[in-house]
């Protein structure tokens, strides 16, 4: 008996400890942390332990970059695989052998290719710039981010814009000692100043949940027609004016609305594992818009008129007959920094 | 007295975390299947939770909510405290019984997934992270619950043959006997 009474009252003295207690002080303490991350902006203690980790565990982000990089061939070699089945039991090991070889010396051939399209961008707009290589994306589902392979060691710092043979891709938010994390410019909290290269019409550039971009604050008398180039104007000062982020796929004209509604397809319509990027350190003087440029463009946002001989009907798709007022006042693509 | 506890032993849930760290860090950024990614985190939580040892599941989701925080692009805090509390939940609807790769353990594991994800998504929108609620919780939320799903199926199996592997203390039972103490004889007759 005795036994019995110790043997259920140690028990229940187990089953007593619900967690209750562990649980409110940690919950606590992630209300907090969550607090003071939104508050301390883009740097203080709480970017600097992520910095840290992010230190830590880049080795492990290399590895699982080279682990994944083979399988960017995967579709060829899945039907090189197809095919060796139906020859020679001998020949097969050696067919898979060679397709393996041609799936890596694809990838060499287009780095190689990326590579050239990259020293190209980087001598026509005379960059400063430093090349680094994507090792992941975001780990998580909601963000479109990617990691590089270079960080602060390599002078990079948050902000600096980063582009691929295509044009601009994005501009890093994050910056560890080995590592940068880059916002892209199709994620929904990025912003960069633009304008349609053969008008000038101003606007910002803006990325959407669904992974496209929008061009916003274009006012409708502004002159902007599908396939028209976007680029960047250069006035956040963040950017080099100039640099290709897209083409205008579509072109929504509201009835008695302000702006277009204006779908851009990125340039760089998706970055992949292992590719080359250049991460641009600093702009010169030519690079940025100058005051008069940043004058003309609140003072006209709509840009002028088309130089080249095609139509300005200024719209396609749905467009409507009134409501042209020119209402933008410039604050749209003058006054916000680039990538913010 | 010393009783063993019924979930996974402290080596099996140390083997766990490292390799859930390790798909977090190294596999998650490479892997994207409709606009979801894997959460080897939640399922590092969900499967430890899934042994009712409470106060152990709580801390378990603390760290592994950190560790996700920090590792990827998201506010730091936001998935700690979503794992945390969901792991202290799904410990206390979970017995002992439920470790393991089971249809119980596979159910409950869902449900604690969906909901993480979505309330992660949910979180992501009221801190203006996010703007559409249909892509944030549709495709994002809903496609990272399935995935992570199939990801703790191995991490379950993992769990459940470590705690079959010990004659320890079960809610199973052997031979008609519930509970039983590490080791049959010396410590019973300790207690005397």
């Given at each position: 008996m005795p036994r019995s009474q110790g043997f259920s009252t140690s028990l229940n003295n187990r089953r007593q400890s619900t967690g209750l207690r562990p649980v409110i002080v940690l919950c606590v303490i992630s209300i907090l942390l969550l607090t003071f991350y939104i508050r301390e902006g883009e740097s203080g203690p709480i970017h600097g332990v992520r910095s840290v980790v992010t230190t830590i565990t880049s080795p492990v982000r290399y590895a699982g970059s080279v682990v994944a990089s083979?399988?960017?061939a995967l579709g060829n070699v899945f039907s090189n695989l197809t095919a060796s089945q139906e020859t020679l039991s001998d020949l097969k090991a050696q067919n898979e052998e060679l397709t393996a070889q041609v799936a890596e010396l694809s990838e060499a051939q287009e780095t190689a290719s990326r590579l050239e399209s990259l020293l190209g961008l980087q001598s026509t707009y005379n960059l400063e710039s430093t090349a680094a290589r994507i090792?992941?994306?975001?780990?998580?589902?909601w963000s479109r981010t990617v990691t590089i392979d270079k960080g602060s060691s390599d002078s990079f710092a948050i902000n600096m814009p980063v582009c691929n043979s295509a044009g601009v891709i994005g501009q890093i938010i994050e910056v560890s000692a080995n590592t940068s994390t880059v916002r892209l410019i199709?994620?929904?909290n990025s912003g960069v100043s633009a304008m349609v290269q053969s008008t000038r019409a101003q606007g910002i550039l803006q990325g959407q949940p669904d992974g496209t971009l929008r061009l916003e604050y274009?006012?409708?008398d502004a002159d902007v027609q599908e396939g028209d180039i976007i680029v960047t104007s250069g006035i956040g000062g963040v950017y080099p004016k100039g640099l290709p982020l897209g083409t205008v796929s579509t072109v929504v004209r509201e009835e008695n609305a302000t702006y277009y509604t204006i779908t851009v397809t990125p340039a760089s319509s998706d970055t992949e594992n292992n590719e080359e990027v250049l991460v641009i350190t600093s702009l010169n003087s030519g690079q940025q818009a100058s005051d008069e440029e940043v004058a003309q463009a609140n003072d006209a946002p709509q840009g002028t008129s088309r130089t080249s001989g095609s139509g300005s009907s200024g719209s396609s798709g749905t467009t409507g007959n009134s409501g042209s007022s020119s209402g933008g006042d410039g604050d749209g693509s003058g006054s916000s920094s680039d990538g913010e | 007295m010393d009783f063993r506890d019924s979930g996974p032993s402290q080596r099996s849930l140390v083997m766990l975390a490292v390799v859930a760290c390790v798909i977090q860090v190294a596999l998650s950024p490479q892997i994207s299947i409709f606009g979801g990614r894997f959460n080897a985190m939640l399922v590092l939580a969900g499967t430890l939770a899934l042994t009712g040892n409470a106060p152990r599941a709580v801390y378990v989701g603390f760290f592994a909510g950190l560790f996700y925080d920090l590792t990827a692009s998201v506010p730091v805090g936001l998935m700690t405290l979503l794992l945390t509390i969901g792991s202290f939940a799904l410990s206390h609807v979970?017995?002992?019984?439920?470790?393991?790769?089971?249809g119980t353990s596979i159910r409950l594991f869902f449900v604690f997934s969906i909901v993480v994800c979505l309330a992660n998504g949910i979180g992501l929108l009221l801190l203006g992270y996010e703007g559409d609620i249909l892509i944030s919780l549709g495709a994002h939320g809903l496609m990272s619950a399935l995935l992570s799903c199939a990801l703790a199926v191995p991490f379950l199996m993992v769990a459940g043959s470590a705690n079959q592997g010990?004659?320890?203390?079960?809610?199973?039972?052997?031979?008609?006997?519930?509970f039983k103490s590490s080791s049959s004889g010396k410590r019973l007759r300790n207690l005397r």
């Open positions: 083979p399988f960017n090792i992941g994306e975001s780990s998580d589902a199709t994620d929904e274009v006012t409708t | 979970s017995n002992a019984g439920t470790t393991g790769f089971s010990r004659g320890g203390f079960t809610a199973k039972g052997k031979g008609g006997t519930r």
